[in-house]
């Protein structure tokens, strides 16, 4: 319980986010004690790639930056089209703005690099063209890697590194 009283806004997509992308550390994060409240762009049943089921704690548009202490978005195929809502970009960059850690985990990258805060930051994402497309347009520094830090960019390649992924942003979250 080192983390207690820090505070996690966990973005997922309503549809296909990638199941072990934010139960294995939004477990990690719990097991510290760390609140995670997780987010989606309704507070209706949202669903995983391999058929996992969770009732948003808040939706999106009503999620507060000054309220968090990091922001963290999970994966899968569903991820980029949260990149279609301008309140998940609107959030994505009050966190830049207010100089607090983001993290992402596969293709969420996509997000942070539609949002505009990738321009010289190095960044892994899954390495799907579209994804990779995008993360040049914004002038991100594509690194092929399983995790990387920049900063107070954190972002980690797929689900094979979600455990690691987790313990890295527990790490971030204690030196706040």
């Given at each position: ?89 609107d959030v994505v960059k009050r966190f830049r703005e207010k100089d607090k850690p983001i993290a992402t985990i596969c293709l969420a990258s ?67």
């Amino acid at each position: 319980m080192v983390l207690k009283g820090k505070k996690v806004l966990y973005i997922i997509a309503q549809q296909n986010f990638r199941d072990e992308e934010l139960k294995i550390p939004k477990e990690i994060l719990k097991k510290e004690g760390v609140k995670v409240v997780v987010a989606s762009i309704e507070r209706n049943e949202a669903r995983g790639m391999f058929g996992m089921k969770v009732i948003p704690d808040l939706a999106i548009r009503h999620a507060n930056p000054n309220d968090y202490d990091m922001l963290v978005i999970a994966g899968g195929s569903g991820s980029p089209k949260l990149a279609d809502y301008p309140e998940v970009l609107d959030v994505v960059k009050r966190f830049r703005e207010k100089d607090k850690p983001i993290a992402t985990i596969c293709l969420a990258s996509y997000i942070l690099a539609k949002a505009g805060i990738l321009n010289g930051i190095k960044v892994t994402v899954y390495p799907a063209d579209f994804a990779l497309a995008e993360l040049r347009r914004a002038g991100a520094l594509y690194q092929k890697a399983s995790l990387v830090v920049d900063g107070k960019i954190i972002s980690a390649e797929g689900p094979e590194v979600a455990k690691e992924f987790g313990e890295k942003i527990v790490e971030i979250l204690a030196n706040l």
